[in-house]
């Protein structure tokens, strides 16, 4: 028997209104823990981005647009509030949903409720400029909202990406329409029930779950978007880039990684070492920020191999309810996926430093693989150039800071990096010459920090979320120039 869950509906949120989609048609949700279904969610069409899309114009010529940015920013901190009183019942959905330990669910849920205040907060302190021009003029900026805002959210994170842009763009006065994945999800749809909660006029947020192909192509498409944020896959997002250039509007693009770890032979390895796995297992190795290579100085090598290896024998791999170090992947296709880069490592002969183990009792149905740290891969193999998505860290040796920079940059990608030493220089040297978006310096944040702009460069993708950063993505700047001799 399926167990209730709250906040599931298979129906559309469009106008302030819950129905079902237009076609009727529903989708199964899976549980990755153990295969079984675990929903039905609507299957959105084209004729409900639609509706969505002129329910958030209307939102934006009625009520919506009509309120203060200290008015939207109420809102959004009462509903930050609401959603820190749902914490259990909102880590529970992700984890069933996602297949994520309760504890990254918990740790999910608050973020969001952090993003909720943080944009709360900043709704009415975006400034605008005067700018000293010709003699008998005044010149100012102010910022606008784009309009309606059109939000393309993955299943890795989805609470996560949900709050870094959606509560973004809310704060700057767009109307919203949101398109989960088909994959997770129910948070997704708890929001649009907070938010209803927290007030929010109707047409605000709108949320169409369906088929990537289906809704989020008619969304991306759409000639009444007026700006697009997506996180996902490179080719996905090669597509959402170029509807977008078909309306010649904005987009953000976040598009994961294969971000390093650069431990040098002066850092301090026990602060380093949880960061390392941590880094790379967390939401089973599915995190666009994931440190998924770890390069470590020859002089240190040898330990550090040994100090991550013995982490991951210790990791236990289990369902979500569970609450073990790593859950199951979100999907069959994930785990093909996965399993086809750990056949690469043996066929290609790397060594396998250690893996974690599967607890006995995980349901057979359940997406499973054990953690796995691949050591002395050399940098242009696959493994160490491609992005996985799963729990699977590969470990390169290197010799020098120059040698250390060729191979972090050595990558199609550019989101994050880690530098692990103690030499202050360095530090800066490093932070400097990476082509990334982030750097952490002696910490590292894989999927952290609401108050840090965050975004890539190369194939990661371009545009900036969260921080106060992500408010002016969102919004478009005005410049006012006045003639009064
Ligand atoms: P996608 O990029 O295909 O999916 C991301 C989002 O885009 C989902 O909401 C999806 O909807 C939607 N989408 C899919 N096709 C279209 C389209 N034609 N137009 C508009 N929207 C669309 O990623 P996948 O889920 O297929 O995962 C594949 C790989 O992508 C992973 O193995 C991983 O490497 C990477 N990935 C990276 C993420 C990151 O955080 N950067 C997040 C997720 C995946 P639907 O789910 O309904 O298809």
Redo the contacts with the bound molecule.
């Keep these: 028997m399926r167990e209730t869950l709250p906040f599931a509906t298979n129906e559309v949120f469009i106008g302030g209104r819950w129905r079902a989609a237009s076609g009727g048609q529903t989708l199964p949700l899976a549980n990755p823990s153990d295969g079984s279904t675990l929903a039905e969610i609507a299957r959105g069409s084209a004729d409900d981005v639609d509706a969505a899309v002129a329910a958030a114009q209307a939102a934006l010529a009625g009520d919506w647009g009509r309120l203060t940015a200290a008015e939207r920013g109420r809102l959004l901190a009462t509903m930050g509030r609401k959603v820190l009183e749902h914490v259990e019942e909102l880590a529970r959905l992700e984890a069933l949903d996602v297949g994520k330990p309760l504890k990254q669910g918990r740790a999910d849920a608050v973020a969001l409720a952090r993003y909720l205040e943080f944009y709360g907060g900043a709704a009415d302190k975006v400034m605008g400029e005067t700018i000293p021009y010709l003699n008998g003029y005044t010149a100012l900026t102010w910022r606008e909202p784009h309009g309606v805002t059109g939000h ?5 994170y989805p609470m996560q990406i949900i709050g870094r842009s959606v509560g973004a763009a809310l704060a700057m006065g767009n109307a919203c329409v949101l ?5 997770a999800c129910l948070t997704a749809l708890a929001f649009a029930r907070i938010a209803e909660e927290a007030g929010f006029p109707a047409g605000a947020l709108n949320v169409v779950p ?4 289906e809704a ?2 008619a ?2 498409a759409h000639a009444g978007v007026q700006h697009l944020s ?4 490179v ?3 090669r ?2 880039q170029a509807a977008a250039a078909r309306n010649t509007i904005p987009v953000t693009l ?3 990684g294969k971000s390093p770890q650069i431990v040098f032979a002066d850092a301090d390895l026990d602060a380093a070492l949880p960061f390392l796995v941590n880094a790379g297992i967390q939401n089973a190795g599915q995190t ?1 920020s994931a440190a998924s290579r770890i390069l470590v100085e020859r002089a240190v090598f040898d330990e550090v191999v040994a100090r991550m290896a013995q982490r991951y024998r210790a990791l236990r791999v289990g369902p979500a309810l569970a609450d073990l170090d790593v859950g199951p992947l979100i999907s069959a296709r ?1 785990h093909e ?1 996965v399993s086809h880069y750990l056949a690469l490592a043996r066929d290609s002969g790397l060594q396998v430093a250690a893996q974690g183990e599967i607890v006995h009792d995980a349901p057979a149905g359940g997406w499973y693989v054990r953690p796995t740290l691949v050591a002395g891969v050399p940098d242009r193999h696959a493994l160490a150039q491609e ?1 996985i ?1 799963g729990p699977v860290q590969v470990v390169i040796a290197f010799d020098g800071e120059a040698e250390a920079l060729r191979i972090a940059n050595g990558t199609a990608y550019g989101l994050v990096a880690g530098v692990w030493t103690r030499d202050g220089s360095r530090q800066l040297r490093m932070a400097r010459a990476l082509k990334c978006g982030q750097v952490f310096v002696n910490n590292y944040g894989a999927g952290g920090g609401v108050e840090l702009p965050f975004g890539g460069v190369g194939a990661s993708g371009h545009g900036r979320e969260k921080g106060f950063e992500a408010l002016y993505g969102f919004s478009a700047l005005k410049t006012v120039a006045i003639l009064h001799g």
Aim: with cysteine; aromatic share 8%.
């Design positions: 393309i959210v993955p299943w890795n398109k989960p994945a088909e994959e369906g088929l990537g192909e989020g192509a969304l991306t997506f996180t996902g896959s080719a996905t997002g597509l959402v976040e598009l994961g666009c994930q996926i992005e998505f």
